[in-house]
């Protein structure tokens, strides 16, 4: 399995700001995925990164609200636009390199909005 | 609407004995699933991955599985302390993607 360093670890943010968030990866996967978190839920998945095209984004989930970019097979961003409480969560990436999917995970984000 | 359902929880168990988590999924023709634990504020870990019917045994892990139910279980054995946590099982549906059930909390009691 690969490592992912994911960062910031936590954050507080005003209402209408944004944060980017990013994830590094020690090796090369196939395939990476943004995952949400909700205080006492499992996770939800927001949408599929994909490497030097735009992401594929889960229903209830989009672009101008969460853009990703991943310009290589080891980096990704996820940017939580225009903030509201609502999106306080843990921000999650992951992936995997084989084709039976078999996630890890980056160490999550904790983003509380104000 | 393809699902993953858990008991919620908690699940209490005294030290040593066999905890046991049960997971069931919406379609039969799911290939690929999974058992993460996640401690509170961390990530989830990937402890078990199971592919066929039957059992698979790592350590005090089993993982049981049962296509014709859609149904995954859990058996920790010799259940320690440090087995504390919530474990969510995941099912790959086919999409690339695993869906993640919400998880059963299990409290092991010294």
């Known amino acids: 399995s690969a490592v992912i360093s994911q960062k910031p670890s936590r954050d507080i943010c005003q209402r209408g700001t944004s944060l980017t968030i990013q994830c590094q990866v020690d090796s090369q996967v196939t395939m990476m995925f943004w995952y949400r978190q909700q205080p006492g839920q499992s996770l939800t998945l927001i949408a599929t990164a994909n490497q030097g095209s735009e992401a594929t984004y889960e229903s209830g989930f989009v672009i101008d609200k969460f853009p990703i970019s991943r310009p290589n097979l080891t980096f990704s961003t996820l940017t939580v636009s225009n903030m509201s409480p609502e999106d306080s969560s843990i921000y999650l990436c992951?992936?995997?390199?084989?084709?039976?999917?078999?996630?890890?995970f980056g160490s999550g984000t904790q983003l509380s909005v104000l | 609407q393809k699902e993953v359902e858990q008991n919620s929880g908690p699940l209490s168990v005294p030290e040593g004995a066999i905890a046991s988590l049960n997971c069931t999924y919406s379609d039969r023709g799911s290939q690929s699933f999974f058992w993460y634990r996640q401690y509170s504020g961390k990530s989830p870990e990937l402890i078990m991955s199971i592919y066929s019917n039957g059992d698979k045994e790592d350590g005090r892990f089993t993982a049981q599985l049962n296509k014709a139910s859609q149904y995954v279980s859990l058996l920790i054995r010799d259940s320690q302390p440090s087995d504390s946590a919530t474990y969510l099982c995941?099912?790959?549906?086919?999409?690339?993607?695993?869906?993640f059930g919400t998880g059963t909390r299990l409290t092991i009691i010294p």
């Open positions: 995941a099912v790959n549906f086919g999409n690339e993607k695993l869906t």
């Open positions: 992951s992936g995997t390199t084989d084709a039976n999917e078999k996630l890890f």
